[in-house]
Structures are given as C-alpha cells and as structure tokens.
C-alpha cells in the first residue's frame, strides 16, 4: 500500500518521465489579484499563460498545487469534518500541456497512471464526456469519448451535461469540455445491487470523482460566442487526499494517513479517542483539516485578520477552536501543539512548514488563547441573561438583550 508521500511523488515521477517540468506549488494566498483571494484551483498560477499575456516557459508541467475553497461558488466550509471527502485546504495532482498533447495523449496517461502505475482496479472506474449542447452549437465530445473506449466498456462512459462537463474560466476567456474519472469504492455486494453508472455525481461519498480532464480548446468572447483556440491546453486537476482514500482502501480521507497523524494527536492532547463518539470525530475532523488551513496561510504571508483573506483565516481558525471548546471540553489553546504532526505528514513537499514553525505556533496559539477569552466572556454573559429572564417568569431571552453586553 502506497503511503500519501509515496502517492504524491510517483504522481510526479510518472509526469517527468512523459517530459513534465515538475514545478513548485504557488501560494494558497493570491496577492495582487482583485479575482482572487486564494488559490482554488491547479491552473491558478498559469492563468497568464493560457490567456497568452506571458510567454510558455515549459510546454508540459506537473506539480502537486495547495488549495484553498471556502469563498465564491468553491464553498465546502460547512460539510467539512461533517462528511469524508470535503476539506478547506486540499492538494490537487495536475498535468498541463500549453499547445503541445491534448486529448489523446491527457487520457492515455491518466489511464496507465490509476490502473497500470497505481493498479486501481479498472472495473470501478467511469468517466464522464461532454454531451453537447444545442443551444452553443457544441456536439457531443465523441473525441474523448472515442478514446475511452480503447479502456473502458461503453456502459462506464457517461454524458455529462454542461455544469458537470464544460469548464470554463469566467464569463469570458479560455474554455472547453472536460473528462471526470470516477471511481466506485463501494462493497461488491453493493456494487451489485445498484449499478455505479447510477450514482455517478450524486454525491455518494463513495463514489466520487478524483481526477477532472480539461481541454482548453475554446475562447469565449464577450459576446457570449465561442472561438477555437490557436493554442489548446491541458489541465488536469486530481484529489489527492480522495486518491489517497482509494488507494489505503478506506471510506474516509480522513482515515488515510494525510490526516490520521494528525488526528492522533488531537485525541492524546485532548483525552478522547476517535471512533468512539460522533460529535467528538466530527470536532477532531475540523481541526486536523482546519489546522492545515492556518498553517499554511501563515507561511503564504497571511495572517488571521479581521479583514478579507485575514478574516477568512481567522473565521476557520474560530470554527476550529470553538468544536474543540464545546465538543473535546478544551478551555486552554492545544491547536498549536499539533504542528509536529502536520510537519510529519507534510513537512518533507512543503519545506515552508518546517521554515517557519515558530511563527505558525506563536500565532495559532495567540488567536486561540483571544478567542477562548471571547468565548468565555460571552457564555457567563449569556448566562446571567437567562438567570434574570428566569428570575423574571420568562422562557425567552430578548434579541436585544443577547446582542448587547
């Protein structure tokens, strides 16, 4: 069984042996974009290039990108520690080609990495192509179509409609169909009782997609018509943490050893044990993925704030701080304790973990130690309210009275 380090170097290790640059991940925090507050995708940092304002360094490049969803129509903050598969922070796997491979060579390669490389087994994988739309005068996407099939039976190539199946930039720009790969890690007795096909993009969490496949061939223009693009382009944007989930034969990315570690940790500082009770898992759950976040937008240059991207940081870091207050019984700051463990997990792709240590612990452990005073102040206040509205003969607490001090 392949570990989470292991996973993502061979990603790597595939793409430079088919001529990939292997390049670094950008920020997760954007500076200097007004689009943009974190990076929320792969393709982020090469947005220059495939709208040709700067000129193609490398024409093939790989890397594994840190990613950031938690504004814009990119929100999962809520379903995180709440389900298996959704986090703030996540890593995605990607390839890109600026004018050189497309489609043919995209598929080929994401094929022998899951199943001849990874040895996925083929029979739970489905893809999705563009079915077409009438409306823009797009056909089917029989050419992507025409190559899964060299590996895939006809019954486990799906269309998909265009929400699902065209990617597009924004409301003008660079865009084009795109290919997901699914996978089905559900028991055989299940699979044989309903047809994977069936569940493909309904949010099963056992049946999900890892690996999206984007060709680049269109520009949108302003007046909504479509142009072939001179130069296509590749990108591809794969989950590690789901590829893991497959991978370590688990139901849960958070049961793979991206998290566990950390996981760990949470329960020795905190005195529980995980898998024991459900508010406890859930709470345990959002701390490991929101600890990632924080740490990470610390050594990007963003520190927790009360304004735009700071706000956000410090938003995940209060929801952290307040399922450890109300559901692990932690009345002092603990998150900061936990950076060994993420460095452990992580230290050795992301060398700025390690670099930057001490200012990462200083700072978690002073929003924690603010925010637990705030908590504190506003539970006693809360209950003197209710103790004068009980000694009055009422039930109800006033807004007024529980908004103002």
Not at 87 to 105: I, Q
Not at 169 to 179: H, I, L, T, V
Not at 319 to 345: C, H, N, Q
């Amino acid at each position: 069984m392949l570990s989470a380090k292991q996973t993502r170097e061979s990603f790597k290790e595939f793409f430079a042996s088919k001529q990939h640059q292997i390049v670094p991940s950008a920020p997760m925090v954007i500076k200097g974009d007004p689009t943009l507050m974190f990076t929320n995708a792969g393709m982020n940092q090469f947005k220059d290039i495939i709208l040709g304002n700067v000129p193609i360094k490398y024409p093939r490049v790989a890397d594994s990108q840190k990613c950031l969803r938690v504004s814009g129509k990119h929100n999962d903050l809520e379903e995180v520690g709440h389900d298996t598969y959704h986090h703030t922070m996540f890593e995605m796997l990607g390839n890109w080609s600026f004018g050189d491979y497309f489609k043919k060579e995209a598929i080929e390669w994401a094929w022998e990495y899951l199943v001849d490389v990874l040895k996925l087994n083929p029979e739970r994988l489905y893809t999705t192509v563009f079915e077409g739309s009438e409306a823009e005068g797009l056909e089917r996407d029989n050419e992507a179509a025409g190559y899964w099939e060299k590996f895939l039976p006809a019954d486990h190539i799906l269309n998909g409609n265009k929400k699902d199946n065209f990617w597009e930039m924004g409301d003008a720009g660079p865009c084009g169909p795109c290919s997901e790969i699914h996978i089905d890690l559900r028991s055989a007795e299940e699979r044989a009782t309903v047809d994977g096909a069936t569940l493909i993009n309904k949010d099963h969490p056992q049946v999900i997609e890892i690996w999206n496949l984007v060709f680049m061939q269109y520009n949108r223009k302003a007046d909504g018509s479509l142009d072939p693009l001179p130069a296509k382009v590749i990108d591809t944007g794969m989950g590690f943490e789901r590829l893991c989930m497959a991978l370590q034969g688990k139901t849960s990315n958070y049961d793979t050893d991206v998290f566990q570690p950390i996981i760990q940790k949470i329960a020795e500082l905190t005195g529980s044990r995980y898998g024991e009770n459900v508010q406890k898992d859930i709470a345990m759950r959002v701390i490991a993925d929101h600890i990632r976040t924080i740490s990470f937008s610390i050594t990007d240059g963003q520190l927790p704030s009360n304004a735009k991207a700071g706000y956000v940081i410090r938003r995940i870091l209060r929801r952290a701080v307040r399922y450890g207050y109300t559901f692990l019984d932690r009345r002092e700051a603990f998150m900061y304790k936990l950076l060994p463990a993420l460095i452990e997990t992580m230290g050795d792709a992301y060398p700025e973990l390690i670099d930057q240590q001490v200012l990462i612990e200083k700072v978690i452990k002073e929003e924690e130690e603010s925010f637990l005073r705030t908590l504190e102040t506003g539970i006693r206040l809360l209950d003197k309210k209710m103790e004068e509205a009980k000694a009055a003969g009422q039930n109800n607490v006033r807004g007024v009275d529980a908004c103002t001090r």
